[in-house]
Nanobody, 120 residues
């Protein structure tokens, strides 16, 4: 049974930093593409960043230069370092895992989310 458990969210002032962690179990971690998504109040869920099994990364334009995604295959954990946080970064952050190679049959696994609140 695949489980993804996020941690590290909280309340932070604009300009501050947070580091999110997602611990995975029940899966071949190193073979998965891992991602962080967020859902702001009243909006849909969007991809923030992801990292392939080979270590290639991808970011939404709004977080480039501020956020860094990384993975530790030995610890079955993916991280999201968030610096220079802005009010618009507020939302619930979800961890996602998909086994590579991706296909139309790929199953998406999700964590329950962790709340990030950025205040002025």
């Amino acid at each position: 049974q695949v489980q993804l458990v996020e941690s590290g969210g909280g309340l932070v002032q604009a300009g501050g930093s947070l580091r999110l962690s997602c611990a995975a179990s029940g899966m071949g971690f190193s073979s998965n593409r891992l991602g962080w998504y967020r859902q702001a109040p009243g909006k849909g869920r969007e991809l923030v960043a992801d990292i392939t099994s080979g270590g290639s990364t991808n970011y939404v334009d709004s977080v480039k230069g501020r956020f860094t995604i990384s993975r530790d295959n030995a610890k079955n954990t993916v991280y999201l370092q968030m610096n220079s946080l802005k009010l618009e970064d507020t939302g619930v952050y979800y961890c996602n895992a998909r086994r590579e190679p991706l296909s139309v049959r790929t199953i998406n696994y999700w964590g329950k989310g962790t709340l990030v609140s950025v205040s002025s």
